[in-house]
């Protein structure tokens, strides 16, 4: 198989990973159910969450910020003189229905610090989408020049090898990013004694 051809086929396949589980990811966020699907007073949204799959609960005090299942669920809007609820009916494959209320997030209103925060961290998740897929064309890159004066198959397999490495390790580098960020914020906020 030429290289390039090989390599233009592990780009798609990557790709079209990446994308459907973005996609299957994004639908169960509260910003995908607040502002595409439960848009005015008493639309609904039906989720169907899977086994190692969460989804979003709209209940703000409660201690799990995500419902885990297999279950089924009806999430529905409700507007009110308070402001407007998010009801989520949870029906899992065994035990009883559950139910969660609550506010719509204040990150999800855009005229608010929070949502203008919210926005700009969303547009830097969606810029560095990108990235790994050229650090993997650049491993590739790096695969056939490492390559030089090998069999064919020996170049094809450095060429896909590549691209695969370099994918994840951006993949991992991203990852480490955000888990770093998120310790960080979670020490920041707890009551943790402070240095003298």
Known sequence: MNPFVALVLAAAVTALIVASSLRRAVRLTPTWIVRHRLTSDGSTYRVRVGGTTATWN??????ERMVFGPATGVYRRENSPDGDLIHLELTPKAGPVR???GP????EVPQTPEGR???RRRRLVQSLLGVPLVLGFSGSGLGWWLSEGKS???RTASVIGGFFVGFLVM??????GFVGNSIRRTIRGSDLPKKV
């Open 104 to 107: 719509v997030p204040v990150y």
């Open 152 to 154: 064919h198959d020996i």
């Open 117 to 119: 925060r919210a926005r």
């Open 99 to 101: 139910h969660f209320t």
């Open 171 to 176: 993949n991992l580098a991203i990852l480490a």
């Open 58 to 63: 709209p209940d703000g005090t409660a201690r």
